[in-house]
Nanobody, 115 residues
């Protein structure tokens, strides 16, 4: 059974930081490209960042220079370091893996940026 479990969300003030984690089980993790998506209320889900099996990264323009995606294959975990957070970053953040056994979503973790 494949599972992706996100953690690390919460409430943070504008300008603050959070680090999200996505830990996978049931797959050969280093064979999977992993992405973070987010969905704000009444908005479509949008791609935030991607990291390939070789560690190449891409970011949405709205988060470039503030967010960093990384992976630790030994721990089957992808991270999203989020700095200089803004109220418009408030959303549910989802982990998404793409690879040989198919594509999988995590259950999401809420990030709220508010004073």
């Amino acid at each position: 059974q494949v599972q992706l479990v996100e953690s690390g969300g919460g409430l943070v003030q504008p300008g603050g930081s959070l680090r999200l984690s996505c830990t996978a089980s049931g797959i050969i993790f280093n064979a999977y490209t992993v992405a973070w998506y987010r969905q704000a209320p009444e908005k479509e889900r949008e791609l935030v960042a991607t990291i390939t099996t070789r560690g190449s990264t891409n970011y949405a323009d709205s988060v470039k220079g503030r967010f960093t995606i990384s992976r630790d294959n030994a721990k089957s975990t992808v991270y999203l370091q989020m700095n200089s957070l803004k109220p418009e970053d408030t959303a549910v953040y989802y982990c998404y893996s793409m690879g040989p056994r198919g594509n999988y979503w995590g259950q999401g973790t809420q990030v709220t940026v508010s004073s």
